[in-house]
C-alpha cells in the first residue's frame, strides 16, 4: 500500500509499505479521511525528537473497521465507521489518577510512537482498543468532517478551565483552523461577542464567513490593540486565546484583555525559542488568570465526536480542501499560504 512515511526533516516520502497485520488484541482500519495538522507540518518543515523515523504520520482521522483480533473489543464492529482517541495509557501515575491522563508521561501517541493514519490501512494498538480509545460514529456526517475529532478535542481542552459564558467578549488570536475551533467553541458556549484576530488578510476572509462578530489584522504598529479597546469599550475581552505559535500573539493577548481577564496559551513557541519577554505587569496589575493547554484528555475527545455529530458545530466550512495522498506535501503549501484552512488526505482517492 501506498503510505506518506516520515523519513526526516523535510522529507515525508509516498512509498510502498507492507499492509500492516494484526496481533493479538489489534484491529485494523481502512482509512477514509486524514486531515493534516499544524502538527504534521512542523514536523515536516523542522522534524521532531519525539519520532523516530521512518513513521507513517497522521493522527487526525476517520475509518472503518475491517478486521479485529481484539476479543474485548467495546461498542463497535466490523463494519462500522470509528474515530480514535490517539493517547495511549502505560501504568499509573497522580496526573492520570487525577483526571489530567493528557500530563502524563507514561503515554505514546499514535502518529508520534505509532504509524497513524496517512495510509489506507492503519492497525489500533491494542492498549488503545483495551481503553475504550474507538468511538463509533453515529451518523451520516462524513468521514471527511468526523476527522477533525481530535483538534476539535484539544480545543475543548482548554475550554474546560476557561469557562466562556454568556458575559463573556471574547478574542482569539490567530484565524487558522484551531483559531475558528476555538472562536465557535465560544460563541456555542454563549459569548456575547466573539473577535479573530490575524497578521493575514485572506485567513481573516475566511474567518468572516463563520459565526463570529468581527474580524481585526494584527499590524506592526499595534492599532489593532486599539481597535480590540474600540470594540469593547474600552475594557478589552474577558477571554483571550494565543492560538497560533507566536511570542508576539502572547504578548497581544497581555495587551487586550481585560481586568480580571482569563488568557489561555493554547500555543506553545517553537522549541529552540521557547523563553519570550512578556509585559508581566499586566499579570499584576490586572489580576489576569492565564492558562496553558496541551492536548486532550478522552473526555474533552468524546465531547468533541459529540458536537460534530449534533450537526451544530460547521465542520463542512473548517475544512478546505482535499487531496490524495500522492499530493500530500502540497497540503503544507496551502497551509503556509494561507489558502487553505484545514486539508484533509483521502488515502484512498487518486
Known sequence: MKAAVYQGKEQIIVQNVPEPVLEAGEVLLQIEACSVCGTDLRTYRHGDAKITPPRILGHEFCGRVIESRAPDLKNVK???????????????????????????????????????????????????VAQGNIFPVTTEISSRDMSISEPLGCVMNAHS?????????????GAGPIGIMHALVSRLQGAQKVYVLDVNAERLKMAAQFDIDGTVLVTPDGSHREKIKE??????????????????????????????????????LPK????APLNVNHIHYKELEISGSYSEKKSDFR????????????????VTH????????????????????????IPGSV
Open 161 to 173: 478551565r476557561l469557562g466562556v459564558g454568556l458575559k463573556d467578549t471574547v478574542a482569539v488570536i
Open 231 to 268: 470594540l469593547t469599550g474600552g475594557l478589552g475581552t474577558s477571554v483571550t486565546i494565543a492560538a497560533v505559535s507566536s511570542a508576539a500573539a502572547q504578548n497581544d493577548a497581555l495587551e487586550i484583555a481585560a481586568k480580571a481577564g482569563r488568557i489561555n496559551f493554547f500555543a506553545g
Open 78 to 128: 466490523v463494519g462500522d465507521r470509528v474515530v480514535v482517541y490517539i493517547v495511549i495509557l502505560h501504568g499509573n501515575d497522580v496526573y492520570i489518577e487525577m483526571g489530567r491522563a493528557n500530563l502524563t508521561s507514561h503515554r505514546t501517541t499514535i502518529s508520534y510512537h505509532h504509524d497513524g493514519a496517512f495510509a489506507p490501512l492503519m492497525k489500533v494498538p491494542a492498549a488503545a
Open 322 to 345: 482535499t487531496l490524495p495522498i500522492e499530493r500530500i506535501t502540497e497540503a503544507f503549501t496551502l497551509m503556509e499560504s494561507g489558502e487553505a484552512l484545514k486539508v484533509c488526505i
Open 303 to 318: 465531547a468533541a465526536v459529540a458536537l460534530i455529530e449534533s450537526g451544530r458545530f460547521p465542520a463542512d466550512k473548517i
Open 272 to 275: 529552540s525559542a521557547p523563553v
